[in-house]
Protein backbone atom coordinates (compact mmCIF):
# COMPACT_ATOMS: atom_id res chain seq x y z
CA UNK A 1 0.00 0.00 0.00
CA UNK A 2 0.87 3.76 -0.50
CA UNK A 3 0.93 6.18 2.67
CA UNK A 4 -2.19 8.33 2.35
CA UNK A 5 0.22 11.32 2.81
CA UNK A 6 2.06 10.18 -0.32
CA UNK A 7 -0.84 10.29 -2.00
CA UNK A 8 -1.79 14.13 -0.97
CA UNK A 9 1.46 15.20 -1.51
CA UNK A 10 1.15 13.65 -5.13
CA UNK A 11 -2.33 15.48 -5.78
CA UNK A 12 -0.29 19.20 -4.67
CA UNK A 13 2.91 18.52 -6.45
CA UNK A 14 0.84 16.55 -9.24
CA UNK A 15 -0.64 19.66 -9.77
CA UNK A 16 2.31 22.19 -9.76
CA UNK A 17 3.81 19.79 -12.20
CA UNK A 18 0.88 19.11 -14.76
CA UNK A 19 1.08 23.10 -15.12
CA UNK A 20 4.56 23.42 -15.26
CA UNK A 21 5.00 20.81 -17.89
CA UNK A 22 1.85 22.63 -19.64
CA UNK A 23 2.33 26.65 -19.17
CA UNK A 24 4.64 26.88 -22.18
CA UNK A 25 2.03 25.04 -24.78
CA UNK A 26 -0.94 27.26 -23.21
CA UNK A 27 -3.24 28.47 -26.29
CA UNK A 28 -1.66 25.61 -29.12
CA UNK A 29 -3.51 23.67 -31.01
CA UNK A 30 -2.97 19.60 -30.64
CA UNK A 31 -1.50 19.40 -34.32
CA UNK A 32 0.84 22.45 -33.94
CA UNK A 33 2.44 20.54 -30.71
CA UNK A 34 2.10 17.14 -32.44
CA UNK A 35 4.20 18.61 -35.02
CA UNK A 36 6.49 20.92 -32.81
CA UNK A 37 7.23 18.15 -29.88
CA UNK A 38 5.43 14.66 -31.16
CA UNK A 39 4.72 14.51 -27.19
CA UNK A 40 5.72 16.75 -24.29
CA UNK A 41 8.06 14.50 -22.30
CA UNK A 42 10.45 17.32 -20.50
CA UNK A 43 9.85 20.65 -19.09
CA UNK A 44 10.42 23.04 -21.54
CA UNK A 45 11.59 26.66 -20.95
CA UNK A 46 9.01 29.03 -19.52
CA UNK A 47 7.83 32.48 -19.47
CA UNK A 48 8.79 32.54 -15.51
CA UNK A 49 11.70 29.89 -16.23
CA UNK A 50 11.65 25.92 -16.57
CA UNK A 51 9.40 24.40 -13.85
CA UNK A 52 7.88 27.86 -12.80
CA UNK A 53 4.17 27.26 -12.13
CA UNK A 54 1.09 29.92 -12.79
CA UNK A 55 -2.44 31.24 -11.55
CA UNK A 56 -3.91 27.14 -11.29
CA UNK A 57 -0.90 26.63 -8.72
CA UNK A 58 -0.71 29.69 -7.16
CA UNK A 59 -4.04 29.56 -6.09
CA UNK A 60 -3.97 25.96 -5.19
CA UNK A 61 -1.73 27.14 -2.60
CA UNK A 62 -3.84 30.04 -1.06
CA UNK A 63 -6.33 27.19 -1.00
CA UNK A 64 -4.75 25.03 0.83
CA UNK A 65 -2.74 27.46 3.19
CA UNK A 66 -6.13 28.89 4.46
CA UNK A 67 -8.04 25.40 4.85
CA UNK A 68 -4.72 24.79 7.03
CA UNK A 69 -5.41 27.34 8.88
CA UNK A 70 -9.01 27.67 9.96
CA UNK A 71 -9.31 24.07 9.73
CA UNK A 72 -11.64 24.23 6.61
CA UNK A 73 -12.67 26.94 4.27
CA UNK A 74 -13.27 30.19 5.46
CA UNK A 75 -14.95 32.19 3.33
CA UNK A 76 -12.92 35.95 4.28
CA UNK A 77 -9.87 34.21 5.17
CA UNK A 78 -9.60 32.54 1.67
CA UNK A 79 -10.51 35.73 -0.13
CA UNK A 80 -7.98 37.11 1.45
CA UNK A 81 -5.19 34.18 1.07
CA UNK A 82 -6.21 34.58 -2.79
CA UNK A 83 -5.60 38.41 -2.57
CA UNK A 84 -2.10 37.94 -1.14
CA UNK A 85 -1.03 35.17 -3.14
CA UNK A 86 -2.06 36.85 -6.55
CA UNK A 87 0.77 37.68 -9.08
CA UNK A 88 -0.14 38.97 -12.21
CA UNK A 89 2.44 37.69 -14.00
CA UNK A 90 1.25 33.72 -13.05
CA UNK A 91 -1.15 34.47 -15.95
CA UNK A 92 -4.99 35.13 -14.06
CA UNK A 93 -7.92 34.47 -16.84
CA UNK A 94 -9.80 37.92 -16.96
CA UNK A 95 -12.75 37.16 -14.45
CA UNK A 96 -10.81 36.19 -11.74
CA UNK A 97 -9.04 39.35 -12.22
CA UNK A 98 -12.22 41.18 -11.98
CA UNK A 99 -13.46 39.12 -8.97
CA UNK A 100 -9.98 39.89 -7.15
CA UNK A 101 -10.41 43.55 -7.75
CA UNK A 102 -13.57 43.57 -6.78
CA UNK A 103 -12.68 41.88 -3.24
CA UNK A 104 -9.24 44.23 -3.28
CA UNK A 105 -11.96 47.06 -3.30
CA UNK A 106 -13.94 45.86 -0.38
CA UNK A 107 -16.60 44.19 -2.34
CA UNK A 108 -17.57 41.06 0.12
CA UNK A 109 -16.29 37.55 -0.31
CA UNK A 110 -19.83 36.41 -0.93
CA UNK A 111 -20.70 39.22 -3.33
CA UNK A 112 -17.44 39.46 -5.83
CA UNK A 113 -17.72 36.53 -7.96
CA UNK A 114 -21.27 37.29 -8.60
CA UNK A 115 -20.22 40.45 -10.54
CA UNK A 116 -18.11 38.57 -13.02
CA UNK A 117 -20.00 38.07 -16.51
CA UNK A 118 -23.52 38.26 -16.32
CA UNK A 119 -24.25 35.10 -14.04
CA UNK A 120 -20.67 34.85 -12.42
CA UNK A 121 -18.15 32.98 -14.29
CA UNK A 122 -17.77 28.96 -15.52
CA UNK A 123 -14.32 29.30 -16.39
CA UNK A 124 -11.82 26.51 -15.05
CA UNK A 125 -10.28 28.82 -12.18
CA UNK A 126 -12.10 27.06 -9.21
CA UNK A 127 -11.74 23.53 -10.33
CA UNK A 128 -7.80 24.45 -11.37
CA UNK A 129 -7.39 24.69 -7.50
CA UNK A 130 -9.55 22.66 -6.10
CA UNK A 131 -7.04 19.55 -5.41
CA UNK A 132 -6.37 20.29 -2.06
CA UNK A 133 -10.51 20.19 -0.71
CA UNK A 134 -10.73 16.50 -3.11
CA UNK A 135 -7.92 15.70 0.04
CA UNK A 136 -8.91 16.56 3.00
CA UNK A 137 -12.44 15.90 2.18
CA UNK A 138 -12.14 12.26 0.40
CA UNK A 139 -13.88 11.02 2.51
CA UNK A 140 -17.34 12.92 3.32
CA UNK A 141 -19.23 13.93 -0.09
CA UNK A 142 -21.59 16.13 1.88
CA UNK A 143 -18.60 18.65 3.61
CA UNK A 144 -16.51 17.88 0.02
CA UNK A 145 -19.76 19.46 -1.70
CA UNK A 146 -20.42 22.53 0.77
CA UNK A 147 -15.98 23.51 0.95
CA UNK A 148 -16.33 23.05 -3.09
CA UNK A 149 -18.88 25.75 -2.54
CA UNK A 150 -17.71 28.17 -0.73
CA UNK A 151 -14.25 28.00 -2.32
CA UNK A 152 -15.34 28.69 -5.88
CA UNK A 153 -18.29 31.13 -5.23
CA UNK A 154 -15.22 33.76 -4.17
CA UNK A 155 -14.19 34.19 -8.00
CA UNK A 156 -16.85 31.64 -9.41
CA UNK A 157 -20.33 32.01 -8.63
CA UNK A 158 -21.70 30.44 -12.26
CA UNK A 159 -23.57 26.99 -11.04
CA UNK A 160 -21.35 25.19 -14.36
CA UNK A 161 -18.34 27.26 -12.52
CA UNK A 162 -19.18 25.36 -9.18
CA UNK A 163 -20.22 22.71 -10.79
CA UNK A 164 -16.54 21.81 -12.46
CA UNK A 165 -15.32 22.16 -9.48
CA UNK A 166 -17.30 19.37 -8.03
CA UNK A 167 -16.30 16.76 -10.42
CA UNK A 168 -12.91 17.94 -10.22
CA UNK A 169 -12.83 17.55 -6.69
CA UNK A 170 -14.49 14.89 -6.69
CA UNK A 171 -12.33 12.75 -8.90
CA UNK A 172 -9.60 13.36 -6.78
CA UNK A 173 -11.01 12.53 -3.89
CA UNK A 174 -11.96 9.13 -5.92
CA UNK A 175 -8.41 8.46 -6.61
CA UNK A 176 -7.11 8.98 -3.16
CA UNK A 177 -8.98 6.51 -1.91
CA UNK A 178 -8.44 4.12 -4.44
CA UNK A 179 -5.87 1.59 -3.95
CA UNK A 180 -3.41 2.01 -7.02
CA UNK A 181 -2.54 -1.66 -7.16
CA UNK A 182 -5.87 -1.94 -8.68
CA UNK A 183 -7.22 -1.59 -12.12
CA UNK A 184 -9.47 1.69 -11.99
CA UNK A 185 -13.29 0.54 -12.62
CA UNK A 186 -13.68 3.39 -14.97
CA UNK A 187 -17.77 2.49 -14.66
CA UNK A 188 -18.00 2.76 -11.53
CA UNK A 189 -15.79 6.17 -11.63
CA UNK A 190 -17.86 7.29 -14.13
CA UNK A 191 -21.12 6.14 -12.39
CA UNK A 192 -20.04 8.16 -8.83
CA UNK A 193 -18.92 11.20 -10.90
CA UNK A 194 -22.20 11.32 -12.75
CA UNK A 195 -24.39 10.83 -8.51
CA UNK A 196 -22.94 14.42 -7.87
CA UNK A 197 -24.28 16.04 -11.21
CA UNK A 198 -27.73 18.28 -11.44
CA UNK A 199 -30.31 17.04 -13.33
CA UNK A 200 -29.85 19.25 -16.24
CA UNK A 201 -25.57 19.70 -15.80
CA UNK A 202 -23.94 20.31 -19.15
CA UNK A 203 -21.47 17.70 -18.15
CA UNK A 204 -23.95 14.66 -18.13
CA UNK A 205 -23.23 14.26 -21.74
CA UNK A 206 -19.21 15.10 -21.50
CA UNK A 207 -19.47 11.48 -19.00
CA UNK A 208 -21.28 10.05 -21.48
CA UNK A 209 -18.97 10.57 -24.34
CA UNK A 210 -15.98 9.82 -22.03
CA UNK A 211 -17.98 6.15 -21.45
CA UNK A 212 -18.14 5.65 -25.63
CA UNK A 213 -14.10 7.21 -26.44
CA UNK A 214 -12.63 4.84 -23.43
CA UNK A 215 -12.85 1.65 -24.78
CA UNK A 216 -11.46 2.51 -28.22
CA UNK A 217 -8.44 4.12 -29.46
CA UNK A 218 -9.27 7.75 -30.44
CA UNK A 219 -7.37 10.52 -32.10
CA UNK A 220 -6.52 13.16 -30.45
CA UNK A 221 -8.47 15.38 -33.16
CA UNK A 222 -11.56 12.96 -32.04
CA UNK A 223 -11.31 13.90 -28.18
CA UNK A 224 -11.14 17.33 -28.54
CA UNK A 225 -13.77 17.36 -30.91
CA UNK A 226 -15.99 15.32 -28.03
CA UNK A 227 -14.46 16.57 -24.97
CA UNK A 228 -13.48 20.43 -25.72
CA UNK A 229 -9.96 21.87 -24.62
CA UNK A 230 -10.37 25.22 -23.70
CA UNK A 231 -10.43 27.02 -20.44
CA UNK A 232 -14.61 26.91 -19.41
CA UNK A 233 -14.92 24.10 -17.15
CA UNK A 234 -17.39 22.15 -19.13
CA UNK A 235 -14.77 21.45 -21.63
CA UNK A 236 -11.29 21.08 -19.47
CA UNK A 237 -12.63 19.56 -16.64
CA UNK A 238 -14.12 16.78 -18.69
CA UNK A 239 -10.63 16.54 -20.92
CA UNK A 240 -8.55 16.12 -17.37
CA UNK A 241 -10.52 13.34 -16.15
CA UNK A 242 -10.37 11.89 -19.48
CA UNK A 243 -6.39 12.23 -19.61
CA UNK A 244 -6.20 10.43 -16.70
CA UNK A 245 -9.10 7.15 -16.92
CA UNK A 246 -7.29 6.49 -20.72
CA UNK A 247 -3.90 6.36 -18.50
CA UNK A 248 -4.61 5.60 -15.11
CA UNK A 249 -1.52 3.20 -15.08
CA UNK A 250 0.83 5.62 -15.09
CA UNK A 251 1.41 9.52 -13.42
CA UNK A 252 3.94 10.51 -16.73
CA UNK A 253 1.61 9.28 -19.37
CA UNK A 254 -1.47 10.88 -17.97
CA UNK A 255 0.20 14.35 -17.80
CA UNK A 256 1.77 13.87 -20.89
CA UNK A 257 -1.82 13.20 -22.84
CA UNK A 258 -3.37 16.00 -20.83
CA UNK A 259 -0.59 18.58 -22.71
CA UNK A 260 -1.04 16.71 -26.02
CA UNK A 261 -4.79 17.89 -25.77
CA UNK A 262 -3.61 21.38 -26.73
CA UNK A 263 -5.17 24.35 -25.41
CA UNK A 264 -5.94 25.28 -21.97
CA UNK A 265 -2.51 22.97 -21.75
CA UNK A 266 -1.03 24.50 -18.32
CA UNK A 267 -4.72 23.48 -16.32
CA UNK A 268 -5.90 20.20 -18.39
CA UNK A 269 -2.79 18.90 -17.32
CA UNK A 270 -2.46 20.33 -13.80
CA UNK A 271 -6.35 18.80 -12.96
CA UNK A 272 -5.15 15.47 -14.55
CA UNK A 273 -2.06 15.36 -12.34
CA UNK A 274 -3.58 16.46 -9.12
CA UNK A 275 -6.19 12.87 -10.35
CA UNK A 276 -3.25 10.98 -10.85
CA UNK A 277 -0.96 12.16 -8.10
CA UNK A 278 -4.09 11.57 -6.10
CA UNK A 279 -4.06 8.07 -7.15
CA UNK A 280 -0.70 6.86 -7.29
CA UNK A 281 0.55 9.14 -4.62
CA UNK A 282 4.30 11.31 -4.90
CA UNK A 283 6.94 8.48 -5.36
CA UNK A 284 4.71 8.03 -9.27
CA UNK A 285 6.42 11.84 -10.54
CA UNK A 286 9.25 11.20 -12.50
CA UNK A 287 12.61 12.43 -10.14
CA UNK A 288 13.53 14.43 -13.38
CA UNK A 289 10.58 16.26 -13.23
CA UNK A 290 10.32 17.17 -9.24
CA UNK A 291 13.46 17.93 -9.90
CA UNK A 292 13.11 20.86 -12.51
CA UNK A 293 9.81 22.80 -9.87
CA UNK A 294 10.78 25.83 -9.05
CA UNK A 295 11.79 26.39 -5.28
CA UNK A 296 11.87 29.41 -3.76
CA UNK A 297 9.80 30.47 -0.83
CA UNK A 298 6.41 28.70 -2.05
CA UNK A 299 7.82 26.39 -4.37
CA UNK A 300 7.70 22.45 -4.68
CA UNK A 301 9.21 21.93 -1.03
CA UNK A 302 6.81 24.70 0.49
CA UNK A 303 3.63 22.67 -1.30
CA UNK A 304 4.94 19.41 -0.39
CA UNK A 305 4.79 20.98 3.32
CA UNK A 306 1.11 22.07 2.75
CA UNK A 307 -0.08 18.86 1.49
CA UNK A 308 1.22 17.29 4.52
CA UNK A 309 -0.27 19.95 6.89
CA UNK A 310 -3.39 19.19 5.27
CA UNK A 311 -2.69 15.52 6.09
CA UNK A 312 -2.11 16.10 9.40
CA UNK A 313 -5.32 18.17 9.78
CA UNK A 314 -7.47 14.91 7.60
CA UNK A 315 -5.97 12.76 10.40
CA UNK A 316 -7.57 15.23 13.35
CA UNK A 317 -10.62 14.82 11.29
CA UNK A 318 -10.40 10.89 10.75
CA UNK A 319 -8.44 9.95 13.63
CA UNK A 320 -9.46 6.22 12.53
CA UNK A 321 -9.44 6.35 8.92
O1 LIG B 1 -11.63 30.76 -14.77
P1 LIG B 1 -10.51 31.70 -14.86
O2 LIG B 1 -9.77 32.02 -13.63
O3 LIG B 1 -9.49 31.21 -15.95
C1 LIG B 1 -8.56 30.25 -15.67
C2 LIG B 1 -7.70 30.13 -16.88
C3 LIG B 1 -6.78 28.97 -16.76
O4 LIG B 1 -6.50 28.49 -18.07
C4 LIG B 1 -5.54 29.56 -16.15
O5 LIG B 1 -4.40 28.82 -16.49
C5 LIG B 1 -5.50 30.98 -16.72
O6 LIG B 1 -4.81 31.07 -17.93
O7 LIG B 1 -6.87 31.30 -16.96
O8 LIG B 1 -10.94 33.05 -15.57
P2 LIG B 1 -12.32 33.46 -16.24
O9 LIG B 1 -11.98 34.65 -17.09
O10 LIG B 1 -13.33 33.64 -15.17
O11 LIG B 1 -12.79 32.25 -17.15
C6 LIG B 1 -12.02 31.76 -18.22
C7 LIG B 1 -12.74 31.95 -19.55
O12 LIG B 1 -13.98 31.26 -19.56
C8 LIG B 1 -13.11 33.39 -19.87
O13 LIG B 1 -12.03 34.11 -20.34
C9 LIG B 1 -14.21 33.18 -20.90
O14 LIG B 1 -13.66 32.88 -22.15
C10 LIG B 1 -14.93 31.96 -20.38
N1 LIG B 1 -16.11 32.33 -19.55
C11 LIG B 1 -17.21 32.95 -20.00
N2 LIG B 1 -17.52 33.41 -21.22
C12 LIG B 1 -18.73 34.00 -21.38
N3 LIG B 1 -19.62 34.13 -20.35
C13 LIG B 1 -16.28 32.09 -18.25
N4 LIG B 1 -17.49 32.55 -17.83
C14 LIG B 1 -18.09 33.09 -18.90
C15 LIG B 1 -19.36 33.70 -19.09
O15 LIG B 1 -20.20 33.85 -18.20
MG1 LIG C 1 -2.57 28.95 -15.58
MG1 LIG D 1 -4.66 27.52 -18.11
Redesign the pocket.
Known sequence: MIALVEKFCGTLLGTHTG?AL??PL?GASPGSIQKNYGQVREMLDARLGVGT?????EMMIALAESLVRCRGVNGADLAQAYLENFNPL????AGTRKALELLRSGVSWEEAGKRVFEQGSYGNGAS?RIAPVGCLYSRDLEKLKEAVHLSSVITHAHPWGEEGALLQAYAVALAVQADPWQEIDVDHFLASLESVLDEGSPFREKLQAMQRLLPGEPGIEEVVLELGNDSRTVTSVPAAIFSFLKNAADFEETVVYAVGLGG?T??IA?MAGAIAGGFHGKPAIPERWLTRLERGAKGADYIERLARELYDLYTDFYPHA
Open positions: DGMEYTDDTRGYGMDDTA
